[in-house]
C-alpha cells in the first residue's frame, strides 16, 4: 500500500525558513511528476512546485525565488525548503505523486507564518 507522509511543518515567524519532508513508501510504478501544493480554507489546492516527467523543476509565481523543490535518486524523499515565509503563505502543505495507477497524496502538514 502507497502512503505519503509530510512533516517538518509547523509555526515560524515572517521572513523564516522551513523545510517540507515527503517519504513515499510503497511501490508507485512510471512516476511522471512529484509536487507540493497548499490549501487554505474555501480555496482549491494550489500547485506551488514540481518535478515534471522531464525532471525539470516548475514554480509557481508566488513562491518562485524563494521555494525549491528536491528530492533523492530514488524518488522516495522528497523536499520543499521555504525562505523567506510570510503570512501569506499559511496553509495546509500537500506532497502529492502521479504514478500510472492515478495520483497519491500525503495527509497534508500545517504551516503558519506569524507577522
Known amino acids: 500500500q502507497v502512503q505519503l507522509v509530510e512533516s517538518g511543518g509547523g509555526l515560524v515567524e515572517s521572513g523564516g525558513s522551513l523545510t517540507l519532508s515527503c517519504v513515499v513508501s510503497g511501490k508507485i510504478f512510471s512516476i511522471s511528476t512529484m509536487a507540493w501544493y497548499r490549501q487554505t480554507p474555501g480555496n482549491q489546492r494550489e500547485l506551488l512546485a514540481e518535478f515534471t516527467n522531464e525532471g525539470s523543476r516548475n514554480y509557481a509565481s508566488s513562491v518562485k525565488g524563494r521555494f525549491a523543490i528536491f528530492r533523492d535518486n530514488t524518488k522516495k524523499r522528497m523536499g520543499l525548503l521555504m525562505n523567506n515565509l510570510r503570512p501569506e503563505d499559511t496553509a495546509v502543505y500537500y506532497c502529492?505523486?502521479?504514478?500510472?495507477?492515478?495520483?497519491?497524496w500525503g495527509q497534508g502538514i500545517q504551516v503558519t507564518v506569524s507577522s
Open positions: 502529492n505523486v502521479q504514478g500510472s495507477s492515478g495520483a497519491y
